[in-house]
């Protein structure tokens, strides 16, 4: 059964602007993905209509108090237009100061188009963007039911390395779900990711 989000909304709206302070905001800032992963615990939940628009995230904003940390999920983050607007914005209204982005890969281009312009619209935030590599190759399409997502990670990584060079505050990280397809490769792919991609870390999770 899909999430009714208005409703949703409702609620989460009354409890938070009834908190003085905030430590960590974890929003889903979109139900649109581009990928079929495997992994995914919200599959059900996905391209659905209903995301907040921009007016009710801004209200949300407006009345929520200050606090530091942003973490945004989905769907797939870079899906939605207005993100860099939504960063900015709880930047300003609401003092956010860390960012954790996590990103399939599947857009290169925009992702580092899209990093920049957070960084340089916010110079006091520290962003740490996560690309997802669950197995190289063809295992990475497998798990994320895209064919050429492993190809596209790689872009993403590289063309991502500029913003590295201008922006101190800036943290890419690779990200691996470890799962049952997966599980005996875990080692390759870290020895890969060491070897082959200039990332500040390597995190894994285990489902």
């Not at 904003?61 to 900015?88: A, K, N, Q, V, Y």
Request: proline share 3%; with cysteine; aromatic share 10%.
């Amino acid at each position: 059964m899909a999430t009714d989000y208005k409703v949703e909304f409702g609620k989460i709206f009354g409890a938070l602007t009834r908190r003085k302070r905030l430590g960590l905001v974890i929003f889903f800032v979109t139900s649109v993905c581009n990928a079929k992963c495997r992994t995914c615990f919200y599959w059900q939940e996905l391209n659905q209509r209903g995301d907040l628009t921009w007016d009710e995230i801004k209200r949300l904003s407006e009345t929520m108090p200050h606090f530091r940390d942003f973490w945004l999920s989905g769907g797939e983050p870079t899906l939605r237009r207005d993100l860099c607007d939504i960063i900015h914005l709880f930047y300003v209204n609401n003092g956010i100061r860390w960012v954790n982005l996590p990103t399939n890969g599947l857009l290169p281009e925009r992702t580092a188009e899209w990093t920049g312009r957070i960084c340089r619209e916010n110079p006091e935030l520290h962003l740490d963007l996560n690309v997802a590599m669950d197995g190289l190759h063809e295992m990475q399409d497998s798990i994320r039911a895209v064919p050429g997502n492993f190809r596209r990670t790689l872009d993403t990584l590289e063309a991502i390395q500029g913003c590295r060079q201008d922006f101190p505050n800036l943290r890419v990280n690779v990200n691996t779900v470890i799962c049952a397809e997966n599980f005996e490769n875990v080692l390759d792919i870290a020895e890969f990711v060491k070897k082959n991609c200039r990332v500040d870390g390597h995190y894994f999770n285990i489902i």
